[in-house]
């Protein structure tokens, strides 16, 4: 890599679409964002992406070669460069991506996960820097991961290893929305699970509750953190529920690849020591006496919307 | 490796220990085997190791060059040649094997856990070979495994990846005889495991069965196969279970690591299909949609007693 050269690195979303131009080490000279969900048709989205990205490139060509331009999308398959089969994209079958905005820009154009787009930006430039063996655990509207094994993100034999959000933790437990499949971390550890425990718990609460006073609509992962930031026992009877499944799905990792830590990532991490404290816990009683206290389990330490952007960057 | 060079590969069972001399292309020229129970001292166990395999090396050594010894372990860490805390074999806390067998024969030697070799010698000569990623499953009295991934063994920051059997399945299910861990694969599917399940069941089954001629001390995974393969109903429900249970096990472990193939190994796997049925069944049923049937079932090509010498045999 050319140590002055820049990449742009761009993070989909199901909502938004952010993107930016990084250096080598990880800074962004400067970013922008797009609603992904205003473009139901996927040229339409090329051409707004474009229309954002090219005069940014224009600006930074003459400091800087442009090496290329690197996606984190969710449901994105490295080894073939598309999108495929996206639940919470509009784009439906098989989209393929890079091979569209490489012909769009004239640039080399890398492709991949969204979770392991993170994992590489946190092990380049974040709290993985340097190590061999880790586990990204990224809990936002769905569970996502990217496994580092000897230095490198698994893939494994169809460029989708690493969907450990659809690991059974509970056994015949919480139906998930989507897949169909029982009990599955998915189900319960993204925001969209943390609502269902929310909602299971509080039908069966008899004490008072801030909770009790949200609409079902109303009632979202961020309302379960402010209920229980101010004290609320129910909101804090979330948290400890997923940060214990969590814990148990950990564990079950841990033993798989012996990582020298585990990163979480996305928005149920804004809640700190709520959602640390029970998972560190119940990961350490369910491991195997060789690997108690051997595993660092840690928040990622890059910026929310920057982590897949710098992540994708590196991939060109 | 020099293509006509020798190396003698070391499979050390609770039991026993089998040993033998092996060509670069996988054929064993001569083997061997002692009771390791017989030798509660280990450095009588290296003295009558060297007993048994020195005269054997004084009689290739003409032929071709012996490249030195490998030796497949329970709880063998390849990282430091040592023998880890193993609770199924005589020798408590940590055993530095690999150092004492490479003084006592002044020949290079590598030591491995014992699912780890046998994935290699699978790897190198039977079901495995040439794949990239793979997952080895032993059903052998513990449940045990070996994973490839792009090509190599997973060893993990502290070499101690791939402790599947250890993995949790059934939340809050059946406690573990040794590692007080809850609902663990091993708890389940090994052939210790599998007499528990016919217990649990044969206590309310209400019909005939063979099995309930058996006292409590005869019934063995071989019994219990010995009825199914009369048509017993409740013996073939053990199995039934068995595969149901390390079929949704399996599906956690394919969404890990996206492998092309599952190979089962181990004295539980001479059921045939009594066990691949209900297993293939159930690990389709509990898996994502893109990963339905991409991934293969297969029992291993290697006889049950060579392919831990062979994988052995490969370490050097």
């Given at each position: 890599m050319n140590k002055k050269s820049l990449a742009v690195g761009i993070d989909i979303g199901g909502t938004n679409t952010k993107f930016g131009i990084v250096t080598?080490?990880?800074?962004?000279?400067e970013e922008g964002r797009i609603p992904t969900t205003n473009y139901p048709h996927i040229t339409d989205y090329v051409d707004a992406l474009y229309g954002h990205i090219s005069p940014i490139i224009e600006k930074y060509k003459d400091q800087a070669p442009i090496r290329g331009i690197g996606i984190g999308a969710p449901n994105g398959n490295h080894f073939t460069g598309s999108i495929e089969?996206?639940?919470?994209?509009?784009?439906?079958?098989?989209?393929p991506l890079a091979k569209m905005v490489n012909e769009k820009f004239n640039l080399p154009c890398v492709l991949n996960n969204d979770a392991k787009s993170a994992a590489l930006g946190e092990h380049k430039f974040g709290a993985a820097k340097g190590l061999k063996d880790f586990i990204m655990i990224t809990l936002g509207t769905g569970v996502g991961s990217g496994i580092f094994v000897n230095g490198k993100l698994l893939y494994g034999n169809k460029g989708d290893a690493g969907e450990l959000g659809h690991t059974v933790v509970r056994y015949n437990g919480r139906l998930h929305w989507s897949t169909g499949l029982k009990g599955t971390l998915e189900a319960y550890c993204s925001a969209t699970g943390m609502v269902l425990t929310a909602l299971e718990l509080r039908k069966k609460y008899k004490g008072k509750s801030l909770l009790k006073k949200y609409k079902r609509k109303d009632l979202t992962a961020k309302a379960i953190y402010d209920c229980a930031m101010k004290g609320d026992k129910l909101a804090r009877d979330v948290f400890k529920f997923t940060g214990t499944v969590l814990g148990e799905a950990l564990a079950n990792f841990v033993m798989f690849s012996s990582p020298e830590a585990i990163i979480l990532f996305g928005g149920?991490?804004?809640?700190g020591d709520l959602i640390m404290k029970p998972t560190k816990k119940v990961l350490e009683k369910h491991l195997l006496t060789e690997f108690k206290d051997a595993v660092r389990l840690e928040f990622s330490q890059l910026a929310q919307n920057d982590a897949a952007i710098l992540g994708a960057s590196t991939l060109v």
């Open positions: 080598p080490d990880g800074k962004i000279l089969h996206a639940p919470n994209l509009l784009w439906k079958g098989i989209v149920v991490t804004a809640a």
